[in-house]
């Protein structure tokens, strides 16, 4: 549901190209927001976003930090996919860790590339 709602929000604006894991076909990053360089030239950002949810009743510090290192791992795989490489020769990637506690937001970090 919070992939969803973002999703959206994110196709608010025509700056990006937005695509989410589901319409990737699974094993991809849960979203991707791609520069509208046809549009928008002189974009210079791309960004992987990974989404990790933890119900509030089963929280922990330790499923956290899991959930951080899980999400670190797949960015680092989804930043060797080609259709992110092709970007990558005049547009400097972001990869970003979102974690939800609930609803609430409780680690967000951008990782180095």
């Given at each position: 549901?919070?992939q969803g709602?973002?999703l959206a929000y ?8 937005t ?5 990737t ?6 979203l991707?927001?791609e520069?509208?360089?046809a ?18 009743g089963?929280f922990s510090d330790e499923?956290?930090?899991e959930?951080?290192?899980?999400a670190e ?6 930043g060797?996919?080609?259709r ?9 990637l972001k ?19």
């Amino acid at each position: 549901m919070i992939q969803g709602f973002l999703l959206a929000y994110l196709n608010v604006t025509d700056f990006f190209l937005t695509s989410s894991e589901h319409e990737t076909s699974k094993g991809f990053a849960d979203l991707w927001l791609e520069p509208f360089l046809a549009k928008f030239p002189d974009m210079r950002f791309a960004y992987l976003i990974e989404l990790k949810y933890i119900p509030r009743g089963k929280f922990s510090d330790e499923l956290l930090q899991e959930k951080i290192q899980s999400a670190e791992e797949q960015l680092q795989k989804y930043g060797n996919d080609d259709r992110v490489k092709k970007f990558l020769q005049n547009i400097t990637l972001k990869k970003l860790v979102l974690v939800y506690k609930g609803w609430e937001l409780v680690y967000r970090e951008e990782k180095s590339p």
